[in-house]
Each structure stands twice: as C-alpha cells, then as structure tokens.
C-alpha cells in the first residue's frame, strides 16, 4: 500500500512568518512530487512539483525533497492571510500513466 | 492552453435518483482522466481513472460507474444515489505517458443527497 503521511494540522503561524508543511512517503521507487494548494470550497490548485533531490524555489514557495529520507516539504516565506488554505502532498510512485497518491493535507492558518 | 469542465457545479438529489456528472478537457488530445470525492473536511478518494477511450480503472467498490465514451469526455454515473454519496467531486487530467503525470483538477461538482 502506498502511502503518503501529512500532518493534518491546522498550523498556525503569523503573517510574514516562514510556514514549512511536511511529507513523508512511503515507496522508495517514487519518481515525483507535488504539492496542491486548495481553499475551502474549491477544487486543488498545482503550486510545486519537485523531481530531483534538493530545493526548488518559486516566488515565495520553496519546495524540498530528499530522497533517501522519503520527505518532501514546503516552504511558503512571508505568510500572508491569502496563504490560508490546505495543502496536499502528492507522489507519483511509477512513471507515466498511473494515479498521483495523494496525503491528507495539512491545514495552514496564517494570523493577521 | 488546456481547460478542464465540469458541470454541473452543484446538484441536490434525493436518495434513490440517478446521477450523471460530466467532465471534458480542452487544448489536449489523448490525456489520462481521473475521478475523485472528497467528503466534508476529508482526504481525495480516487474514485476512477482511464487511460483511454473504453478503458476505465475502479479504484473503490461501490454504486459508482465511469465512462468515456469520447477521448477527452468523462462519466460519473449512478443508477441510485445513497446519502453517503454526498461530497465533492473532482475531475482531473493528465498528460499521456508523461514520466512526471502531473495532474490538473477541474473546477468540481458539488453533490448533496438529501
């Protein structure tokens, strides 16, 4: 069974603060991860994805993975009120055409 | 650019109806189409996905069926709609054969079961 392990919060952190969101997944053989942003109500949006060990950096989001540990985590730098949502973890365990296994989510508060 | 569709947006139906939700994809040919529910403050449960036309993957027994009977058109139905088949619906897409698979979600389907 192939898992993907997020705590589901909320995490609550101040504005203009570094709020860092976690993963962890349990098939080594995973290729490639993702990270979705979804507001209440709506439907996950695609903020990072992230294919080879270390950081990638988009604007205020940093996404990281280490393979050999099995973690992929996100930085989101200088919270913003805008920032409150869930995220999702997601992994792609083969190449091509198979399903992305996706965490739970993490909820993120982030306080005015 | 590529565009993904669903409707309808939201849908009250009491227990027992039928259900047809629908979902097309724009700006691509040949892409690897997803369902997916998620109940109130719960995980996505991938419900069907099909890599092609005819060919559809049930990942969850249950009262749930998929079609597609065109390459970028995908089918949710059921004949008998239980009240735990409330939730939101998701449809998402994905490049064919791509080694990364990144997938885009529709704007999704909102269903309650009254």
């Known amino acids: 069974q192939k898992e993907v392990e997020q705590n589901s919060g909320p995490l609550s952190v101040p504005e203009g603060a570094i709020a860092s969101l976690n993963c962890t997944y349990s098939d080594r053989v995973s290729q490639s991860f993702f990270w979705y942003r979804q507001y209440s109500g709506k439907s996950p949006e695609l903020i990072m994805s992230?294919?080879?060990?270390g950081d990638k950096e988009d604007g205020r989001f940093t996404a990281q993975l280490n393979k050999a540990s099995q973690y992929v985590s996100l930085l989101i730098r200088d919270s913003q009120p805008s920032d409150s949502a869930t995220y999702l973890c997601a992994v792609n365990v083969y190449s091509g055409n198979t399903p992305l296994v996706f965490g739970k989510g993490t909820r993120l508060s982030v306080i005015a | 650019s590529q565009t993904i569709h669903q409707w309808p947006a939201t849908l009250v139906q009491p227990v027992g109806s039928p259900l047809s939700l629908e979902c097309t994809v724009e700006?691509?040919?040949?892409?690897?189409l997803y369902w997916y529910r998620q109940a109130a403050g719960r995980g996505l449960q991938l419900l069907f996905y099909s890599v092609g036309i005819g060919q559809i993957s049930s990942e969850v027994p249950q009262n749930l069926s998929a079609s597609r009977p065109q390459d970028r058109q995908f089918i949710l139905s059921s004949k008998k709609l239980l009240l735990s088949d409330s939730g939101f619906y998701l449809c998402?897409?994905?490049?064919?054969?791509?080694?990364?698979?990144?997938?885009?979600f529709g704007p999704g389907t909102r269903l309650t079961v009254l």
């Open positions: 700006g691509t040919s040949n892409p690897n």
């Open positions: 992230i294919y080879s060990n």
């Open positions: 998402a897409w994905s490049p064919r054969g791509h080694r990364e698979n990144t997938q885009y």
